[in-house]
Structure formats: C-alpha cells, structure tokens
C-alpha cells in the first residue's frame, strides 16, 4: 500500500467541499487531476472512499475511518514542513559546533554575542577538543564544524574528505618569565599535552623539544607556569594577555604564524546555521586578523 500526502489531502477537501469542482479550486488542480488522486486512493486502500451516486457526495464507512488518520497525517506534516521553513529562515534549529582549546575562549567571546543576538533561536553545542578529535568527529557527522588550526599532522585519508575554509593567519608569540636577577636564563621550553597543535607549531617554530615533564591543556594554566618561572612557552596572539602581566614579557616570533579556519564536511543539504556562523566569523574576526 502506497499512499502520498497528495492523495489524503484530495480525500480531505471532498469530505469537507462534497464537491470535485470546488475541492480541485481549493487544492488548485484540475478536476481531473483530483478524481485521479482520488481514484489511486482507492486502488491502493482496496476499497471505495466517495459514493459518487450521491448529491451532494458523501464518504463511505472506510471513507470515514481513513479520514481521521488522514487529518492527522496531513496535520503532522503541515508541522514538519512548518519546521523545515524555521530552520532553513533561521528561527530554528541546532549548530553542533566544535573549537580548540586554544581558540575557544578568545574567539567565542568575539563572535558567539553577534550570532546569538542575531539568530536567537539556534540551539548552540559547543565540543571543546583537539583538532584531530574535532576533524574526525566532523568526517563521522557528529558536528556540523570546527574552527581549528592546521591540520598538516592529520592523516592525508582524513583532511581529503573535509571542506577547509581559512579565516586568518595568526602571529605566535614567545611568553618568558622577567627575572631581572637572571637575564640570560637558559629557560626550557613548557607546552600543552601531546595532541594539542599548539605543541607541535611550537616544537617547530623553537626548533626546540618540550620539557615532558609538565604540560597542561589551557593557555592560561600555561602561562602560570611562566609567571612561575618555570619556563618560557609560545602563544597564539589572541592569547597575549592585555592588560600584560608584568611578571612576563611577551615578543613576537618572526615569520611565525598559525591558520586559524574552519572545517566542515562536504554536504549536499548542509545545516543553514552553519552558514550563517561561518558568515558571522567572517564579518567579526576582521579584527583580530592583525
């Protein structure tokens, strides 16, 4: 048995008009079209719907009884198609979004204000992890995107089957405890834990190993540590504490640079509201491109 929406919604305004003429104007068909939908109604179903003898039509028993489930078939997909339309005009609707931890709690208070305000009715899920985590979870499905550095450490099979959309370049700084009683401190070098990008970037911008023997997963936690004096570490520029903490000095690592971009999966019907969060970051983050 095979039956539309088309078809219920025929039956549904001759039950209520009693009239082919007047039922196909409602549904804006012809009279033809509208006996034929009818008439496929009924091979389907096994059985006769309308007593068509009758002046003005009336519904059979069977008629009767499939009208009710009818109504609340056609009712439930006037809901769905209601829904669709608040999702796809943003009133609606969910943004599974994913950030690293060394992007996160600059660049959501940047951005997050302008898109919440704009669209207040999109449900946000935020997944903090590390950019191989958050590229994988975008590949399986489970969010929609991430913002995330570069993946030049991830697998070549997994970065082939992700859409790249770069938003800036950002400079690196090198964060070093001020010790005036010993300038020329040979310091080592702190980072966060393994998996983390900002790790490797530094390992390659230093050429120099980590210090294994502490590591965090927070830019501030790390900077503790330099305040500390237990080392110097390299920071991204959104991450350069302002007012600067007088306690550590702050210089720029020339000609080095992270990419800060967004991934997403290659989708025929992607989520509307990840276009407009993507839009957003594009019209705020100007700002921080520097």
């Known amino acids: 048995m095979h ?18 003429t007047k039922a196909a104007q409602r549904l804006g068909i012809t009279q033809s079209a509208l006996s034929q939908q009818v008439k496929a109604l009924e091979q389907s ?8 003898d009758t002046r003005p039509l009336t519904m059979t028993a069977m008629g009767e009884k499939l009208l009710i489930r009818a109504r609340l078939i056609l009712q439930q997909a006037s809901a769905i198609e209601a829904e669709c339309r608040e999702t796809e005009d943003l009133k609606d609707g969910k943004l599974s979004l994913g950030i690293i931890p060394t992007i996160a709690p600059y660049l959501t208070r940047l951005v997050l204000p302008h898109f919440i305000t704009a669209y207040p009715g999109i449900q946000l899920d935020i997944h903090e992890d590390t950019t191989s985590s958050l590229a994988k979870k975008v590949h399986q499905g489970h969010i929609d995107l991430a913002i995330t550095s570069d993946l030049d450490t991830l697998p070549a099979s997994t970065v082939a089957h992700l ?14 405890p001020l010790d005036p009683h010993s300038p020329d401190q040979d310091l080592p070098m702190i980072g966060l834990k393994d998996g983390h990008c900002l790790r490797d970037q530094a390992i390659a911008v230093c050429n120099q190993t980590i210090d294994h023997n502490i590591s965090c997963d927070q830019i501030s936690t790390l900077l503790s ?6 080392g110097a570490a390299v920071i991204p520029s959104m991450a350069v504490p302002n007012p600067l903490d007088p306690a550590i000095v702050v210089s720029e690592l020339p000609d080095a640079q992270r990419l800060v971009q967004v991934v997403t999966r290659p989708q025929v019907h992607p989520n509307p509201a ?15 491109k520097g």
């Open 45 to 52: 179903v096994g059985l006769p719907l309308i007593n068509r």
């Open 163 to 176: 859409d790249q959309h770069p938003l800036f370049r950002e400079k690196l700084y090198l964060a070093t």
């Open 274 to 288: 990840a276009k407009a969060f993507i839009d957003t970051l594009n019209t705020q983050l100007p700002q921080v």
């Open 225 to 230: 540590l330099v305040k500390a004096g237990l």
């Open 3 to 20: 039956l539309t929406t088309t078809q219920l919604s025929a039956l549904d305004a001759l039950s209520e008009l009693r009239h082919f």
